[in-house]
């Protein structure tokens, strides 16, 4: 299955929200290429960064070979950090919504979501996602 690029939402309850975006980039001579794209949920200025290929087929590819149970165990909680994922192919999406741990169930798509907020980290370092061609 190849998807079309993912988004993950943080939502901190005394914090800043903002989400993760990797998708394909405009192609360049023919080549895809990734952009991994942080956006504040409240107007703070996005930050944009070129991915790696290799960043954007390992998360890609282990979300898209991930057996998971459709619906975890129910959990509930007050405070703490919510988020929510979306992933896209073509036509077909998928939306996982969860809060403060990634339920069990759904381990297998943990080692995409940590690559996934480490590049989301370094895309909102200052002068990170500054382009020198641009």
Known sequence: MKLDGVVLGVRPSFGTPYEIDLSRDIPVYGQTT??????????????????????????????????????????????????DLSIGAGFNAVRLAWWFDLPKQWEPIAPALNRLHVLGLIADVPGAGDDPHA
Do not use: H, N, Q
Request: proline content about 4%; glycine content about 10%.
């Open 34 to 83: 990734w952009r991994l794209t942080r956006r504040s949920r409240l107007g703070k200025p996005e930050r944009s960064l070129a991915v790696e290929a290799s960043d954007a087929e390992f998360v890609l590819g282990t979300l898209a070979e991930a057996e998971v149970k459709l619906v975890p165990d129910g959990i509930m909680g007050l405070d703490g950090v919510s988020y």
